[in-house]
T-cell receptor
Framework: GAGVSQSPSNKVTEKGKDVELRCDPI?????LYWYRQSLGQGLEFLIYFQGNSAPDKSGLPSDRFSAERTGGSVSTLTIQRTQQEDSAVYLC????????????FGPGTRLTVT | GQQLNQSPQSMFIQEGEDVSMNCTSS?????WLWYKQDPGEGPVLLIALYKAGELTSNGRLTAQFGITRKDSFLNISASIPSDVGIYFCAGQLYNAGNMLTFGGGTRLMVKP
């Protein structure tokens, strides 16, 4: 079956512009996560959605970052007024339910802010 | 900050060698997961461990959930060139719902 998909795969933007990154989780997965991975580094948690519950936003680095999940499926991560330090790979993962710890990752979106 | 210490940070392998890496923490984990990430791709789940002492294999890969629930190791036997990549451990803390904490990664490279 289809895995987690993300778009675009690459995004180059100018400093100060807004960007939107999209994630399509595995069908039927109720939990969705966003992570950020800087070059050669580990994964930094950003935000977590579970069903219709309020998202856990504890990992968002600033108020320029926001995310939404429509209809319990597709999610969009928005970064406003991008800065050069926002350059990273943004990874989305989904898991079957709140009680499933096995997260399945998409290929990521590589964001470059010039 | 990170609560998982993963080591080594990097290592060179020669084809045919066995490889070992581990993750340790001062915290107790309920679940351990091991992922591999190839360049330009997302991490792929290799092995999931759910019980202290559990030893699980996936082909040439073997992982164990430490008895103290504070550590886990991953072994790769008879390594091959396609084993190169970055390996991440991830743990689900006993008091953190289903959030995962990730180690810093072990980068596997081929000896020149």
């Amino acid at each position: 079956g289809a895995g987690v998909s993300q778009s675009p795969s690459n995004k180059v933007t100018e400093k100060g512009k807004d960007v939107e990154l999209r994630c399509d989780p595995i069908s039927g997965h109720t939990a969705l996560y966003w992570y950020r991975q800087s070059l050669g580094q580990g994964l930094e948690f950003l935000i977590y959605f579970q069903g219709n519950s309020a998202p856990d936003k504890s990992g968002l680095p600033s108020d320029r970052f926001s995310a939404e999940r429509t209809g319990g499926s597709v999610s969009t991560l928005t970064i406003q007024r991008t800065q050069q330090e926002d350059s990273a790979v943004y990874l989305c993962a989904s898991s079957l339910s709140q009680k499933s710890y096995e997260q399945y990752f998409g290929p990521g979106t590589r964001l470059t802010v010039t | 900050g990170q609560q998982l210490n993963q080591s080594p940070q990097s290592m060179f392998i020669q084809e045919g060698e066995d490889v070992s890496m581990n993750c340790t923490s001062s915290s107790i984990f309920n679940t351990w997961l091991w992922y591999k990430q190839d360049p330009g791709e997302g991490p792929v789940l290799l092995i999931a461990l759910y019980k202290a002492g559990e030893l699980t294999s996936n082909g040439r890969l073997t992982a164990q959930f430490g008895i103290t629930r504070k550590d886990s190791f991953l072994n790769i036997s008879a390594s091959i060139p396609s084993d190169v990549g970055i390996y991440f451990c991830a743990g689900q803390l006993y008091n953190a719902g289903n959030m995962l904490t990730f180690g810093g990664g072990t980068r596997l490279m081929v000896k020149p």
